[in-house]
């Protein structure tokens, strides 16, 4: 049986270049790799022969050498020896999954390996790590706004040695285990596998003699004090970004971000709904009964007078316009809703005895509508 057109295999045109060979390759490998296809009993030799296309039109020698002759260029021991790629694994098979695996995994490994492995410039300098501060404020400093002061702990630039880790007036030396990458990649099967040079711990470079006060980090763990603007109407859970106020970079990289995480405390008397405040005031079942006015506080420290309409009934609210929170951004104002919370009175003396008794014999149905006709519905139900 005749052996398929190596172009055919990987389904690309004669005129293809590198990319789109190792595109192809790459895409096809994974389709029919064995171990992505267990049940499959032709996969294997389907990805020996994609495989063994890939290791022949890689190589520019032996490309030039498959268009002129055909298969026949590699029969007999042709191009030395090159026909050890049709059982399949070529000498290069390794490296070609490894350049399979890079692109797969590369992403999960923060790219490192892929760029070591396609001879791309280890990065000389790293950005900082971001932070994140959790920060309590008053709904008082949330409503008038307020710059806080913290203390934020964090690993800082060391000004000793201008964040090179080496100690003032020596050098560094490139790392002779990983000859300045960084990465030790090794060769486990198909894969090659790369991990962080145990030596230099990435850096690629060794101190002639590291700083005394970073102990060749670059880096040292300092507090630093910062103001931090909480604007009018801030919201709990809001997140403010301090740009490059995280960790300093790794040598001489730029610093991270910090986050700084509101959370708005308990007040004592308010309840907060977005910019809308909420607040139970108990009155006197006289003044509901009566009417009145009383007063209640507000956030800015202002006095509401609240009027209270004859026969006011337990639970119903008042709302006051424009007494609320502020809404962040915006010259808008929330309301304030006051709950009214009928007391009933206790201790009563004699004579508020005697006056009670009075009334609830004058009483009748009109002074009690809700509770008379409830009664009158539960007894026509029973009777």
Not at 242 to 267: C, K, Q, T
């Amino acid at each position: 049986m005749s052996k398929r057109c190596f172009y055919e295999i990987l389904s690309v045109e004669r005129n293809a270049d590198e990319k789109s060979l190792k595109l192809a390759y790459r895409k096809l490998a994974m389709k029919y790799h064995p171990d992505r296809n267990a049940d499959d009993e032709t996969a294997e030799a389907k990805f020996k022969e994609v495989n063994e296309a890939y290791d022949i039109l890689k190589d520019p020698q032996k490309r030039a050498a498959y268009d002129r002759f055909g298969h026949g260029a590699f029969e007999n021991g042709g191009m030395g020896g090159a026909g050890r790629g049709a059982h399949g694994f070529g000498p290069d098979f390794s490296s070609s999954m490894s350049d399979m695996f890079e692109d797969i995994f590369g992403d999960f490994m923060g790219g490192a390996a892929a760029g070591a492995g396609r001879g791309r410039e280890r990065p000389s300098s790293l950005r900082g790590a971001d932070l994140r501060y959790n920060l309590e404020v008053s709904l008082e400093d949330a409503f008038l706004g307020q710059t806080v002061e913290i203390d934020v702990p964090s690993l800082v630039a060391c000004e000793t040695c201008d964040s090179s880790g080496a100690k003032p007036g020596t050098g560094a030396s490139t790392c002779s285990t990983c000859n300045g990458h960084g990465k030790i990649r090794a060769a486990q099967g198909f894969f090659t596998i790369e991990r962080t040079c145990h030596i230099c711990n990435g850096r690629g470079q060794t101190m002639d003699q590291p700083c005394t006060d970073c102990n060749g980090q670059g880096r040292k763990q300092e507090s630093r004090k910062l103001s931090v603007d909480i604007p009018k109407g801030i919201e709990d859970g809001t997140r403010i970004r301090l740009s490059s106020e995280g960790e300093a970079g790794v040598r001489g990289g730029p610093n991270g971000d910090l986050y700084i995480f509101i959370s708005i405390m308990e007040h004592e008397l308010f309840q907060r709904d977005g910019a809308d405040l909420y607040v139970r005031v108990p009155i006197a079942m006289s003044t509901a009964a009566l009417g009145g006015e009383f007063e209640v506080p507000v956030l800015g420290g202002n006095i509401a007078k609240v009027k209270v309409t004859p026969g006011m009934q337990p639970g119903q609210r008042v709302r006051l316009k424009g007494k609320g929170m502020p809404v962040l951004r915006t010259s808008q104002m929330g309301d304030l809703y006051v709950q009214m919370d009928i007391e009933t009175p206790q201790n009563l003396s004699k004579k508020q005895k005697e006056l009670l008794r009075e009334f609830q014999k004058i009483s009748d149905d009109k002074n009690s509508p809700t509770s008379s006709g409830f009664f009158a519905k539960l007894k026509k139900l029973f009777d």
